[in-house]
């Protein structure tokens, strides 16, 4: 009589893969001394939907430091973002 073999299952291993489109990318807004800060507290409330006081708030930030994180999220959320400060004459990068 013939025995069986055992057959040796292999572990399943899971691979976490860091991809470029990772949640916490921010979308920065950095400081001029162009524009106003009406039309920036405006520029935040239309493309990044922030409320007056966050709008002020970050508007504030990007004066007295140079910059400010104004939205965190994926690249394909950001990058139409920050095409739209652009298109107003505002500068932002993705960080």
């Known amino acids: 009589m ?3 073999k055992k057959i040796q299952q292999k572990p399943v291993v899971e691979e976490v893969v860091e991809t470029k489109d990772k949640k916490n990318n921010f979308l920065v807004l950095h400081n001029d001394e162009v524009h106003t800060f009406d039309y920036v507290i405006q520029a935040l409330m239309d493309i990044c939907e922030h409320d007056l006081e966050q709008a002020e708030q970050c508007t ?11 939205k965190k999220g994926s690249l394909s ?3 139409p973002l920050r095409h ?8 932002a990068t993705i960080d």
Request: proline residues 0%; positive net charge; aromatic residues 12%.
């Open 2 to 4: 013939k025995t069986k």
């Open 77 to 79: 959320l950001l990058k």
């Open 60 to 70: 504030y930030i990007v004066h007295y430091k140079g910059k400010c994180d104004v």
């Open 84 to 91: 739209k400060f652009i298109e107003i004459g505002l500068h």
